[in-house]
T-cell receptor
Framework: QKEVEQNSGPLSVPEGAIASLNCTYSDRGSQSFFWYRQYSGKSPELIMFIYSNGDKEDGRFTAQLNKASQYVSLLIRDSQPSDSATYLCAVRMDSSYKLIFGSGTRLLVRP | ETGVTQTPRHLVMGMTNKKSLKCEQHLGHNAMYWYKQSAKKPLELMFVYNFKEQTENNSVPSRFSPECPNSSHLFLHLHTLQPEDSALYLC???????????????FGPGTRLLVL
């Protein structure tokens, strides 16, 4: 069973802090890794994806991938109350369309 | 807006009704997907279509029947549903290149379905 694991949270951080969201996956054949943000009652919105080991930065967001440890994370710098949402980690296997989603981590940014 | 639209946005139906969900993408993508999202559960992939051909059916009950007349449109036909089928149904699309590292799915707004 291919799995993607996330801590359900809630992860509570003060406004302006760095929020760190983590995800582990079980299949070493995983090729690409995605972070989606989902506000309550809304659909998932793509934040960024990563497929090479290391860091990838986009504005306040940084994705980090460590394939040896089967670990991907999302850092949100200068967290804002509007960042409060559920963050979904998704993993795509090699030569597959299929995304395997984690259950999501709920982030709460306190003003 | 992601370029993926879904109608209706909300649907209430009885267990004996027949209804259809519609998805349309304006991104020039070739692959389209149906997902189900229930409370407290991860997103569950239901069906995948690539270039109008169904490439995946994740053991979905036959009361859910997908249809993909072309690469831009996807339907989910519903009949004799059960209350446990109440969920958010999400459509997504992607370019459809399975060997591309950048193959990325974009979601529509979803249809909130309640089965009474």
């Amino acid at each position: 069973q291919k799995e993607v694991e996330q801590n359900s949270g809630p992860l509570s951080v003060p406004e302006g802090a760095i929020a760190s969201l983590n995800c582990t996956y079980s299949d070493r054949g995983s090729q690409s890794f995605f972070w989606y943000r989902q506000y309550s009652g809304k659909s998932p919105e793509l934040i960024m994806f990563i497929y090479s080991n290391g860091d990838k930065e986009d504005g306040r967001f940084t994705a980090q991938l460590n394939k040896a440890s089967q670990y991907v994370s999302l850092l949100i710098r200068d967290s804002q109350p509007s960042d409060s949402a559920t963050y979904l980690c998704a993993v795509r296997m090699d030569s597959s369309y299929k995304l395997i989603f984690g259950s999501g981590t709920r982030l709460l940014v306190r003003p | 807006e992601t370029g993926v639209t879904q109608t209706p946005r909300h649907l209430v139906m009885g267990m004996t009704n027949k209804k259809s969900l519609k998805c349309e993408q304006h991104l020039g993508h070739n692959a389209m997907y149906w997902y189900k999202q229930s409370a407290k559960k991860p997103l569950e992939l239901m069906f995948v279509y690539n270039f109008k051909e169904q490439t995946e059916n994740n053991s979905v009950p036959s009361r859910f029947s997908p249809e993909c007349p072309n690469s831009s449109h996807l339907f989910l036909h519903l009949h004799t549903l059960q209350p446990e089928d109440s969920a958010l149904y999400l459509c997504a699309s992607s370019q459809g290149y399975r060997d591309s590292y950048q193959e990325t799915q974009y979601f529509g707004p979803g249809t909130r379905l309640l089965v009474l």
